[in-house]
Each structure stands twice: as C-alpha cells, then as structure tokens.
C-alpha cells in the first residue's frame, strides 16, 4: 500500500510511506488493545525511567498464552522503553520540549509466540517547563539623542527571544535599574520612549539596565545594559514611506516567497538617516518575516485564503538617529485564491424514502455540498458515478437534485446505495430507501406440515412454528396467523409468531390424528390470504394398562387329562398401540408345582403334566381346586401390568376302586350269641369323589343258609340265624365292596 499525507490545507506531503502487509495463514486470535490510540503527556524535565502511561491489549477468551509489547517505531533515539509484560511506557532519556514537543509511537502486541502482532498509536505530548529563560540578541546598546527631543519620542528597541512556549515564552520588558526618570519602556515591545527632555540635563550619558522576564513560573530573566548619549546633532526628519500600503499574494507561493518591499525615506544623514523595518502588530501568527535593513517581507510558513484571506500588518520603519524617530504604515495583504479546495458534501451520508410503483421523475432528495474556493473555483456541478443501477436515477448538475428515472419496484430492490460526486475529487454517498405498497400477499414456506408428537405432550407445549414471509414492509408485511379449522379444542395458533401450541391434553388413544388449516394474512383487503394444510400425527405413549375381560375366572378340568391339555383362555386388552399394546400372559402365584402353564401370547391355560400316576393316587385326590393368579403385562417402557384370579377345579373320573381296610378280617364268635347280634363290621375306602366314592357291600359267597345278614351301606355283619358248633365251627363270608 502507498499512504500519502495531507494537511488541513490540503497540500500533500513531499513524499509518500509504503506499506506491505502479508496474509498469514492462521486460525491464531491476537490480542486486541483497548484502545486504537492513547494519548499520554509528560514534562520535559521528568527524570529517567518516569512513568508516562500504559497500554494494554486483551487477549482471547481462554488463552493462556502471554502478552508482549515492544515500541516499534517513532522512537529513533531511544528516548522511551516499554514494560514487555505489562506494557508500561516510561522515559529512558532526558526530553526536550523545544527539541520535540509530540512523539508518536507505535506499540505491537504479540501473544505468545504468535506470528500475528496488533499495534496502537501512542501520541506522548512532551509539556513545556520553563527552563529557558528570554535572551537578547545584543549584550549590550549604544543610543544617541538630542536633548531637543519631545517626550514621547522612541528611542532604542530592545528585542529578546525565548525558546519555551505559551506563558513560558511571552516576554515582558521593563528598566530594571536606572540613572533618570526620563525614560520608559513598552513592556510587550520592548519599544524605549522619552518621558520627558534632557536638555536640563547636566549628565551626557545614562546607563539602562534592561529586564526582559518571561511569564513562566517561576519567572527567567535576562539584563541588557543600554548606554544612551546626550548629543547636540539634531535628529529632525522622520523616516517617510514611499511603498504602496497595499499588496497581493497567491494563496498557494512557498515559504520564503518575496510578498512585497517597505520603502522608508529618511532625508537625514548619517546614522539619523539610517533606516530599519519592524512589524509591531498584525503578525501574531508569524506569517510573514520583514528584514529589518532591505524591508523585505516574505512569507514564513504557508498561507492558506479559506483560513484568512487579509492580513493587517503595522510597520514601523525608525532611523537611527539619537532620539530615533519613525513612522508607522498599515500595510494590508489580500491572499489571493487558488482551487485549492475540494468541495465538501454537508453530509457524507444522505438517508431518504422513495415510495415504489410511481412514475419516472419523482423527487427523490437534494444534496448539497460547498467549496471554501472563491469565485469561479467555488462553482459546483454534481454528477451520479458510475455503479450499480445509478442509471435508475438522474440528477440535475446544477442544484443536486435526484429524481428517479424509472418506476421502483421495493421487492425488486430495497435500497439503493449511489454515489454522487462534484466536479472535483469528494463524493457522498446517497442511501434510497424504496418505500413499501401492499402488493404482495404473505406466503407460507410449504403447502402442507406433517408432524408427528406424543400424547404426554403437557398443555400450553410448542408444537410447530409456522413461517410465512411477506416481501412487504413494515406494516404490510406483517403476517398474522389463524387456524380456519376445528382442532377440536385441542391446538391454538399465535397470531403474531405462527407458533402452533396444545390447548388441552392429548389422547391417541381418543383421536389419533389431526388435520386443519393455518391461514396466514396481512392487513390488506385486496390480496387473498395464504393457507397450509397441518397433520398432526399422535404417537402413542405406554399410558394404558392391559386389562382383564373378567377379574375373576373359573374353570374345571377332569383328571386323568394328558399334558397340554387346553383348560381356558382369557383375554386382556391394551388401548395403546405397538410395543405398548403387546400383551404377554404369564402366571404370577398358585403354579407352585407348575402344573400348568399358559401361552405367553394367546392366554390358553392348560395342564402342564398328566394328572393321573401309575399306582398312585391322582392330583385330584391330593387337591380339588386351584387358584391361580394370572399376570398380563405389556412391553411399553416402563412395562404396565394387571392381575386375574382363575380357580380351576379337578373333575372326577371314577378311577379307583374301593379298597378295603384290610383284606381279611377273622372274627370269634360264641355259639350262644342271640339272633341279632352284632358280629363285625368291613370297612373300604375310595379315593374317588362324590357318587364315584359312594360304597355299597354285599355278601356274594360263604352265606348260603343265610346265618349272617350285612349293611349295605355301612358293612356291618348282623347274626340272623342261631348257631351251633357242633354243625359248623367255621364261616368264611366273601364281601364285595362296590
């Protein structure tokens, strides 16, 4: 990059800086400082290593690297140092405010060992102290004066300079010690004056100790010692000016140019004849030099009409005669224009509205821009520059006014950004703004939504955000929102946002789907509105338990049955769907000996083993009845379950025959035991039940001549015929149980 200076008067700089800067391929954040420039000052005579101020530059968030800093330019003679950890800037030699007043250093950050570095600017003012005081440029003066002189008359002029600034270099002369009271002096000028004649006077020569004071604090001094003679050659001419009290200069000369020559007679002769120029007023920005021998007067620094154009000065031209005498001139000077100036926009950004659809030739704005340039360089014209879309628009060259060239669309195009420029170098930049008319109705992002949320879904919850987008603006396109539909109660829609929310709890298990239409609409009454189509699908959550057709089951199996035998089955149901409404059986209590099992899927329940043993009693006999407590779960997570009670009786097959308690029973008997008499009784058992256990007996062998009658039902032998031992010692009776 080439950067090329200028000052307020727009005169560039004699040469230009180069700048290159190189792109490094890096991810790496530098430190950033606080402040893109710090301004600090300091007094001259601060002592080495004196505090000046601190810089800092922030490093990224989370970095635990370190910032450096180091001084890296504006600082060829090593006069300051920096703190490379904390950044604190402090003197290193001493300074001089008349040498350099300001400094200007650039600071560098680096983070770390980081290839990217950050800098500031840092302006250190060096404050002036007054450590110089006012010196004349004589030691000493010779002054020659006639004792015909009236008061009044000026005399000598004592001039001395001071190198400090403002107070520190104002200079006040007085007459620190003196001979006579006939003298006095100008405490700004220096100027020496007669306060009365000498002529009564018997002393030829007087010795003035001058006293220039400067008004710094504390105050310097300097003593000039002026011998003043008494004379009889009469000094009686004034200097005469002879040159035009009037002069022109171009704005635009260098310093040093020639402005004009102060011509001054003086008819005296010798030195009363011997004329020097000094300008006593009108000069107080140093603009001009007057040699005082030649009254060459020539410029001392840049003149510039747009900041003053007139300069006034008073010159005084004085003899050397003794008392001097002089004249004074009001020399005027008129700086002359050159087209030095560029014009100036009054802003730099013009912002306006513009209404669309309207035909070409609109007013749009006027801009407006002024030249400090006198006369014809002060004239302006204005153009459009060339760019995007500026030939929508025209300007008029003379008074800056824009209108449009063609009828703007805000859809189309918004904003326009041009940029109009006068007949020099400056340019404004003009922001149109197209103002909006509700021609366009609000569309939706898609025709139709499908979505799908579970029916846990809490009241009041966001479901789906509509989005509809209107090219108009402001108020014409704002998009409000509104269900055309009935949600039966349970959607509601925000009209400003399109956010869709729950209204009530939902219930797949109620409705498992919703379809509606969401209407998005402007404020016109002339477009139609916008309209999407919502599915809302209801995922079913695991909130129903399976549920028994019958709380309480009964069933009866008969013994003897095979394994796998079918008993019952029983039947649960599940509102909810998938997973949720699978159902598995299972039994929870009472199959202690698995005698049963069921279908996991079905709900059969049947017999698990045989329920009839090889020469053992069957199940029945050991138990009658079972209670078993049946589980239906379902696989939703967390699983859901309910509980049934199935009594299932044993049926009897009649199996098992009577059993006698003994196979044989002996009994003894007297032969005189009356007829009727109680003999024995035969008991047998059946492990049947009901009328399957019911026992009859009965005498089938052993009583042919009918000495013994039996109890069918309870087996009681009766004697119902006498004995008699001597016919038959022995019975042998056959019963039969049945």
């Known amino acids: 990059l080439t950067v090329s200076a200028c000052d307020g008067g727009g005169l560039p700089s004699a040469s230009n800086a180069s700048i290159t800067v190189n792109i490094l391929q890096t991810v790496v954040v530098p430190a950033i400082f606080e402040r893109s420039r710090y301004s600090f000052s300091v007094p001259e005579d601060a002592p080495e290593d004196s505090v000046i101020g601190t810089v800092k530059a922030r ?172 004379y009889t050659d009469i000094n009686d001419n004034s200097p005469s000016f002879m040159s035009s009290p009037l002069s022109y200069v171009m704005e635009d000369v260098e310093v040093g140019f020639l402005v004009h020559r102060v011509i001054a007679k003086d008819p005296d002769e010798g030195r009363n004849g011997q004329v020097t120029y000094h300008i006593l007023s009108g000069n107080e920005n140093k603009a001009f030099v007057l040699d005082k021998i030649t009254g060459l007067l020539t410029t001392a620094q840049f003149l510039d009409r747009e900041v003053q154009e007139c300069y006034s000065l008073t010159v005084i031209a004085l003899d050397d005669g003794s008392p001097a005498l002089s004249a004074t001139q009001v020399l005027t000077i008129i700086v002359l224009d050159v087209n030095d100036e560029t014009p100036v926009f009054l802003k730099q950004l013009y912002e306006t509205a513009v209404h669309e659809n309207r035909d070409p030739g609109e007013f749009v704005i006027r801009v407006e821009a002024v030249d400090r340039d006198a006369g014809l360089n002060s004239f302006l014209q204005y153009e459009i520059l060339p760019g995007t879309d500026y030939e929508k628009f025209k300007m008029n060259s003379d008074s800056g006014e824009l209108v449009t060239a063609a009828s703007l669309d805000r859809e189309a195009q918004e904003v326009f950004s041009i940029k109009g420029s006068p007949s020099r170098s400056s340019t404004a930049q003009l922001c149109i703004t197209v103002l909006d008319e509700n021609d366009h109705s609000p569309l939706f992002a898609e025709t139709q939504y499908q979505i799908s949320v579970t029916e846990d879904l809490e009241e009041g919850s966001a479901i789906l955000d509509l989005s509809a987008s209107d090219k108009d603006a402001g108020l014409n396109g704002e998009v409000m929102y509104s269900l055309i539909d009935d949600t039966y109660g349970a959607f509601a829609i925000d009209s400003v946002t399109g956010s869709i929310i729950t209204t009530k709890a939902l219930d797949r298990e109620t409705k498992s789907q919703y379809t509606f239409r969401a209407v998005a609409s402007d404020h016109s009454t002339y477009f139609p509105r916008s309209t999407t189509v ?136 007297k032969e005189s035991i009356p007829i009727g008499s109680h003999i024995t009784e035969v008991s047998a058992k059946d492990y049947d039940a009901g009328t399957n256990a019911e026992i009859t007996y009965a005498i089938i062998s052993g009583n042919d001549r009918g000495h013994f009658c039996l109890d069918g039902r309870t087996g009681s032998v009766n004697l119902t015929k006498m004995l008699d031992y001597e016919d038959t010692m022995k019975f042998t009776l056959v019963i039969q149980a049945t």
Not at 107 to 130: A, E, K
Not at 139 to 162: C, F, L, N, R, W
Request: aromatic fraction near 8%; charged fraction near 20%; charge should be negative.
């Open 59 to 230: 490093k990224p968030p989370n970095s635990l690297e370190v910032v450096s800093y180091r001084i890296c330019s504006g600082d060829p003679h090593g006069k300051f140092s920096i703190d490379p950890q904390f950044g604190i800037i402090r003197t290193k030699k001493e300074l001089d405010h008349e040498a350099q007043s300001v400094v200007v250093l650039t600071v560098q950050s680096q983070l770390g060992n980081s290839p990217i570095y950050t800098s500031t600017q840092v302006n250190i003012s060096v404050t002036d102290i007054n450590d110089n005081p006012p010196v004349f440029l004589t030691k000493s003066g010779k002054v020659t004066i006639s004792h015909t002189q009236p008061p009044g008359t000026a005399i000598y002029i004592a001039h001395a300079e001071d190198k400090d600034s403002h107070l520190n270099g104002a200079i006040k002369y007085s007459i620190a010690s003196k001979q006579s009271d006939a003298f006095s002096i100008d405490p700004s000028l220096g100027v020496v004056n007669l306060t009365r004649t000498v002529f009564e006077e018997k002393q030829k020569e007087y010795t003035l100790h001058i006293a220039a004071e400067d008004c710094g604090n504390p105050p310097l001094t300097s003593l000039l010692i002026s011998a003043i003679g008494n």
């Open 534 to 669: 919502i599915t809302i699908l209801i995922q079913d959550v695991n909130d129903n338990g399976p549920k028994f057709e019958q709380s309480y089951y009964k069933a009866s199996v008969w013994e003897g049955q095979s394994p796998k035998t079918d008993i019952i089955q029983v039947f649960a149901t599940d509102l909810d769907s998938g997973l949720n409404g699978e159902i598995e059986y299972s039994v929870l209590s009472g199959n202690e000996n698995a005698t049963f099992l069921i279908d996991s899927a079905r709900g059969i329940l049947s017999t698990n083993t045989g329920l009839d043993y090889e020469n053992t009693s069957s199940y029945r006999e050991m138990a009658t009845s079972y209670e078993l407590v049946l589980l239906a779960s379902d696989h939703g997570t967390p699983s859901l379950n309910s509980t049934a009670t199935v009594l299932i009786t044993v049926l009897d097959v009649n199996d098992n025959p009577p059993v006698f308690s003994s196979p044989e029973y002996h009994v003894h008997v």
